[in-house]
């Protein structure tokens, strides 16, 4: 690698900070990344243990809903007593600098039902009541993918740049430290040399 820093040692000492700036920052680079991990991991887990209930979840509210139209015929016209859902909200919390989102949904009524009880069986109340926990557990999935989903990108920028400081700016500090002290030291034993010689001539004269 060409090195064109002057050997001076105003350079050196300017070097010598910028390697230790781009020591410390590879080091923060690999805590925020260690720590953005462990995040994802958490989360990941959390996921798969949501997706395995909501599938069974999504299971039981079908077979609920199949026995509801078994029952009462096509329930269309009852689906549409029941209100859109508007409560969601969004926010966000910080982690090492990423924003994770934060989804909120108001705890639903699982008692209110939206339709009359004189008309329907309890098998629309139990298709209801299934839907109804598909509903908040999606949503509490859709956080945690979107979550995973923006850690992922994270660690992939932050591992670039740490990769950038350890293998690239890290050696070329290091190779123009040792270029510039092993040229002072080389025009310091010239010096001294020199200066030998110049001692050697005074006392022959």
């Not at 300017?14 to 994802?40: C, H, P, V």
């Not at 997706?51 to 269309?76: R, V």
């Not at 919390?93 to 994770?100: F, P, Q, T, W």
Request: charged residues 30%.
């Amino acid at each position: 690698m060409a090195v064109q820093a002057v050997p001076t040692k105003g350079n050196l000492m300017n070097t010598k900070k910028s390697l230790a700036l781009a020591k410390m920052g590879y080091e923060l680079m690999d805590k925020k990344r260690n720590i953005l991990i462990r995040e994802m991991m958490m989360l990941i887990d959390k996921a798969n243990e949501i997706q395995g209930k909501i599938d069974d979840a999504y299971a039981e509210a079908y077979f609920a809903l199949q026995t509801a139209n078994i029952i009462h015929g096509y329930c269309s016209d009852i689906s549409k007593t029941i209100p859109v859902e508007n409560s969601l909200t969004l926010d966000y919390r910080s982690v090492m600098g990423v924003e994770i989102p934060i989804v909120r949904m108001d705890e639903p009524d699982r008692t209110r039902l939206h339709f009359g009880l004189n008309s329907t069986t309890t098998a629309l109340d139990n298709a209801f009541q299934k839907f109804t926990e598909v509903k908040v557990m999606t949503t509490e999935l859709a956080e945690i993918e979107n979550s995973v989903y923006r850690l992922a990108d994270s660690i992939k920028k932050t591992q670039k740049r740490a990769n950038a400081l350890k293998n690239i700016m890290i050696p070329k500090f290091e190779e123009t430290v040792k270029f510039i002290t092993d040229a002072l030291d080389e025009k310091d034993r010239e010096e001294f040399s020199r200066m030998k010689v110049i001692k050697r001539q005074k006392k022959d004269a």
